[in-house]
C-alpha cells in the first residue's frame, strides 16, 4: 500500500483525487497549507502531490528541504498551466513528475505509482556498509554524507550526484552522463545544471572536510571522484563490504622443518623415497 499527502487547496481536484484513493484503499492525507518538515517524516510518506501554488514564494525551498528529509520519497507536481521554464526547473530541483490540470485521477495515479516503483528499484539494502572516503563517510541507506557525526545535510539530487561519482572513483564521468543518470533524461545544449550542483556538492564537503578535496575538474569533459590531502597525497577508497585485508603471517625460516607426524614431515619424506628409487634404477 502507498502512503500519499496531497498538498493541494483545489477542492474539487482533491474530492475525485481522494474518492479513487479511498476506493483503491491507500492511506493518503490532505493538507491545505505546507506542514511542518518533521510532521511529514512522521507520516513516511512514499509520495507527495503537491500544488507549488499553495506552498507560496518559498515553494522549492521547502520541498529541497522535504526531499533531504525523505530522499526516498518520490514527489508529484500537480498543478495549472506554467511555463517550460517553471517545469524544467522544477524537475531539476527534485520533482520527480510533472502533471498540468486539468487532469484525471486516475492518470494522477499511475503517475505517483510508477514514481513509487522507480523509488524502490533505486532504494539500496539498508544493511550496505559506508562507502569510505578520505574523512567522507557516504552512506546511501540514509542518503547522505557524513564527516565524523555530521552530516553533510545533502539534497537528494545532490546526494545521488556524489553517490554516481564516488562509485565510478578515478573515472572521469562526463556531464552529459552524469545528467542522464542523475537527472533522468538527456542534457539539453548549453545546461549547466551538473556544473552548479557539483558546486554545492563541494561547498558542503569542503565545510566539513576542509583538508580534502574529493571531486576533481576535467575541464570540457567532467568530473572524476578521488581524495586528496591539500598537498595532493591520494586516499584509498573502500567501497561498502568490501573485506579489510588482515595482517600476512611471517614465513617459515629457511633452515625450519615440521616435526615428525605433521603433514609437510610426510610430504618430505615421500620426496626423499621417490629421489632414492630414481637414482637406484638410473
Same mark, same amino acid.
Not at 9 to 24: I, Q, T
Not at 37 to 64: C, K, Q, S, T, Y
Not at 133 to 147: N, S
Not at 209 to 233: A, C, M, V
Given at each position: 500500500?502507498?502512503?500519499? &499527502? ?8 482533491? $474530492? ?36 507549488? &501554488? ?8 521547502? %520541498? ?9 520519497? =518520490? ?15 522544477? %524537475?531539476?530541483?527534485? &520533482? ?24 524502490? $528499484? ?33 539534497? $537528494?539530487?545532490?546526494?545521488? %550526484?556524489?553517490? %554516481? ?109 621417490? =629421489? ?7
Amino acid at each position: 500500500m502507498i502512503r500519499l &499527502a496531497i498538498v493541494d487547496s483545489d477542492s474539487g481536484f482533491v $474530492r475525485v483525487l481522494c474518492k479513487r484513493l479511498e476506493a483503491m484503499s491507500w492511506d493518503h492525507r490532505v493538507l491545505a497549507a505546507p506542514p511542518p518538515v518533521e510532521e511529514l517524516v512522521a507520516i513516511r510518506l512514499n509520495a507527495m502531490v503537491v500544488d507549488p &501554488a499553495v506552498l507560496g514564494p518559498h515553494a522549492w525551498e521547502f %520541498l529541497e528541504r522535504v526531499g533531504a528529509a525523505l530522499p526516498a520519497m =518520490g514527489l508529484v507536481v500537480c498543478t495549472g498551466r506554467s511555463t517550460v521554464a517553471q517545469r524544467v526547473r522544477g %524537475l531539476r530541483l527534485g &520533482a520527480d513528475d510533472w502533471i498540468t490540470k486539468p487532469c484525471h485521477p486516475e492518470e494522477v495515479v499511475a503517475r505517483v505509482e510508477a514514481v513509487v516503483r522507480r523509488r524502490r $528499484r533505486a532504494s539500496t539494502p539498508a544493511d550496505v556498509g559506508p562507502l569510505v572516503a578520505g574523512e567522507l563517510e557516504i552512506r546511501a541507506d540514509q542518503f547522505q554524507a557524513f564527516v565524523g557525526s555530521q552530516s553533510a545535510e545533502l539534497t $537528494r539530487r545532490e546526494f545521488e %550526484l556524489l553517490h %554516481l561519482l564516488a562509485e565510478g572513483r578515478g573515472q572521469v564521468l562526463q556531464r552529459e552522463e552524469v545528467y542522464q543518470r542523475v537527472w533522468g533524461y538527456q542534457m539539453a545544449r548549453g545546461d549547466r545544471s551538473v556544473d552548479v550542483f557539483v558546486r554545492k556538492v563541494r561547498s558542503k564537503l569542503k565545510a566539513l572536510s576542509p583538508e580534502w578535496n574529493y571531486i576533481h575538474t576535467h575541464f570540457g569533459i567532467g568530473y572524476r571522484f578521488q581524495p586528496e590531502t591539500s598537498d595532493g597525497e591520494p586516499a584509498d577508497v573502500t567501497a561498502p563490504g568490501a573485506d579489510v585485508p588482515g595482517p600476512v603471517p611471517d614465513a617459515a625460516p629457511a633452515d625450519s622443518r615440521p616435526a615428525d607426524g605433521e603433514p609437510g614431515a610426510v610430504y618430505e619424506g615421500a620426496v626423499h623415497e621417490l =629421489g632414492a628409487r630414481l637414482a637406484s634404477s638410473a
